[in-house]
């Protein structure tokens, strides 16, 4: 059964502290998705990643970093949370267009993240 | 820019059918997909359309029309379970890559 796992369904921090959001999927995927799902606004991509150590800002990369040291993990870093950034975060997967289909995406459970 | 515009909420009664509209605006355009997420649940994929006509998937079905660049998922006797969001997402010019709407909220009546 393919997964893409996050490392907490929920997540509480302070204003000015800084967030680790980890998420590792089992497919051998080349693509990876950070992504902020808000009530209204549907799902926000934030950082992508065709490959380790490479990385794409996407639609709202301010105030987030990403790493992507092997192929199977993908780091979503908030360099000095905000309230403005509690949300849901959403990590997907799918292959890159050269290893097969990648119209569908795989999500993982996400990450409830809120900060005080 | 993109643009991905469906209705916010939907709703239905049991054993009917609904069909969730999905109109977009988008630099490059290579198909469209449909997701499905429970509440409190990850989005998981329904349907894929990279060309115009009719995907059928049991009581699912997604239609595709791309010189109106306009697409719907079709959801015939409906179940409670189908209580859900629905997302359409296109796949754009960066071919990896795919946009989503803000989704519509089915609620199921008995």
């Known amino acids: 059964d393919v997964k893409v796992t996050q490392s907490s369904r929920y997540l509480v921090k302070r204003t000015g502290e800084k967030v680790f959001l980890e998420c590792v999927q089992d497919m051998d995927h080349e693509n990876m998705f950070w992504y902020r799902q808000d009530p209204g606004l549907g799902l926000r991509l934030i950082y992508f990643s065709y490959d380790v150590k490479m990385k794409e800002k996407g639609d709202i990369p301010e105030g987030y970093s990403v790493s992507r040291e092997k192929k199977e993990r993908f780091s979503l870093i908030l360099e000095s949370a905000s309230t403005n950034q509690t949300s849901m975060y959403l990590c997907?997967?799918?292959?890159?267009?050269?290893?097969?289909?990648?119209?569908?995406?795989?999500f993982g459970p996400g990450t409830r993240l809120t900060v005080l | 820019g993109q643009s991905l515009e469906q209705p916010s909420e939907v709703t239905a009664v049991e054993g009917a059918i609904v069909q969730i509209n999905c109109t977009y605006q988008?630099?490059?355009?290579?198909?469209l997909s449909w997701y499905q997420q429970h509440d409190g649940g990850a989005p998981t994929f329904l349907s894929y359309n990279g060309l115009d006509g009719l995907e059928e998937t049991g009581r699912f079905s997604s239609f595709l029309s791309r010189s109106d660049s306009y697409g719907y998922l079709l959801l015939q006797e409906l179940q409670m379970k189908d209580s859900a969001s629905y997302f359409c997402?296109?796949?754009?010019?960066?071919?990896?890559?795919?946009?989503f709407g803000s989704g519509t909220k089915l609620n199921v009546k008995p």
């Open positions: 997402a296109v796949k754009g010019e960066d071919f990896n890559k795919f946009y």
């Open positions: 997907a997967s799918s292959p890159n267009s050269g290893q097969g289909n990648n119209n569908e995406q795989f």
């Open positions: 988008t630099s490059g355009f290579y198909g």
